[in-house]
């Protein structure tokens, strides 16, 4: 008897050694440590370079890195002029998506140069999604920086003006915890696509068009739209009333692998309730509490990684849909990384399927008589 497995569920497609994710106990590893020991030690960049080489980067190893990443931090002047020419409705992952497809036509590289195009397609794709959001609005192009970490280098593009610190290091431990994990959907797109021998920025494509969906890394759009839509603490219970009447998904909220909690959640809520609290406005995350408690009590789910990211994002002052491109940008170092392995064990992805059609034998009629 054929074995199915919807959604691949319990299928172990390949071996990794850059990160695993244990739901039932809720842990994060990335190349053997926790993600507990990582987030607030470690920036971004020694991330990527744990993730790319599978070890912490040593300072003159980061050095080496940082200058490479902001060696690479600039546009072709097509992809700026193709961003110019963009309607200013598009959705921001449909820009990174295209601009990311673009940049492979300008591949000055030949050949075997991978881990130079990891770099440089890490070091554009944030930039990407903010000149987008700068020209929607129809402001200026911030001239780029050297001397900005990733996190506050997309602070700035975003806002024309240098981040605080304080929002800088927010940003930064958000990518850290969304660099990577394990088999996921989108990780698994750009595994496929790379594994055809095709090319990285076609397997990056792949990825963020897997990404953008509200069931992946969309969710965390999904959760301000509710918290808007909810507007006040009193209707939370109410609301999630209507949504279970309904069989609607909660967004934010359940995981394939999690049987407990996301271990990246804690890291986001605390500072998603220092955030609100500067701002003066905790009503989010009173309401995003009350929504965690009834959907533990209730349906026995734990809030995901994108339940509290959103409320920091929207505190920092990020515009919506700007939420799942930030996701995209930290997890393009796990994409490329991922992508790097694949290419140096390869085989291609080809499952089966299992037959659920006519029984075979139908005989063609001509045209006139179908
Ligand atoms: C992430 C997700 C796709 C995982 O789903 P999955 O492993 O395919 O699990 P299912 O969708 O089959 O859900 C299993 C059960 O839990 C329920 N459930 C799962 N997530 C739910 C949610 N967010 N809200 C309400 N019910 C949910 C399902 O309705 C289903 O109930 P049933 O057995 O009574 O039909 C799912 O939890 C979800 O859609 N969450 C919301 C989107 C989200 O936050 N995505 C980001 C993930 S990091």
């Known amino acids: 008897m054929t074995l199915v497995a919807k959604g691949l569920e319990g299928i172990v497609a390949n071996s990794t050694s850059i990160s695993d994710v244990r739901g039932d106990i809720g842990q994060l590893i990335y190349a053997g440590y926790d993600i507990n020991e990582l987030a607030g030690k470690v920036s971004f960049e020694e991330i990527i370079h744990l993730l790319w080489h599978g070890e912490l980067p040593t300072q003159s190893e980061l050095d080496a890195l940082t200058a490479k990443l902001r060696a690479e931090r600039s546009l072709p002047s097509e992809i700026v002029s193709f961003l110019k020419t963009v309607p200013h409705t598009s959705c921001p992952m449909d820009v990174i998506r295209t601009g990311v497809s673009m940049l492979g036509l300008f591949d000055s590289n030949k050949g075997d140069a991978n881990y130079d195009r990891a770099v440089s397609i890490t070091a554009k794709i944030g930039i990407i999604a903010a000149y987008f959001h700068r020209l929607r609005q129809g402001k200026d192009l911030p001239v780029i920086r050297k001397d900005l970490s990733e996190a506050g280098h997309f602070l700035y593009l975003i806002n024309g003006e240098a981040p605080t610190k304080e929002a800088t290091d927010t940003l930064d ?28 920025f076609s397997a990056i494509t792949s990825a963020i068009g897997t990404l953008k969906g509200p069931l992946h890394g969309g969710a965390n759009e999904g959760v301000i739209h509710m918290l808007q839509e909810i507007g006040s603490e009193d209707r939370v219970d109410s609301w999630l009333e209507e949504q279970f009447a309904k069989k609607a998904k909660i967004m934010g909220i359940g995981h394939r692998v999690y049987k407990v909690l996301d271990p990246r959640a804690p890291h986001l809520r605390n500072m998603a309730i220092k955030l609100t609290q500067q701002l003066g406005e905790p009503k989010w995350i009173r309401m995003s509490e009350r ?63 299992e037959y659920t059609g006519p029984a075979v034998g139908k005989t063609v009629k001509p045209i006139s008589e179908r």
């Open 173 to 200: 431990i958000a990518y850290v915890l969304h660099a990577d994990h394990g088999m996921n959907a989108s990780t698994f797109s750009a595994r496929v696509t790379e594994a055809t021998l095709s090319d990285v």
């Open 291 to 353: 929504i965690a408690e009834v959907m533990r009590e209730r349906k026995h789910l734990n809030a995901n990684v994108d339940f509290y990211s959103a409320t920091v994002y929207y505190s920092l002052g990020i515009p919506t849909d700007l939420f799942t491109p930030i996701f995209a940008i930290s997890r393009t170092a796990g994409w490329t990384a991922h992508v790097l392995e694949q290419l140096a064990d390869n085989r291609l992805y080809r499952p089966l399927s």
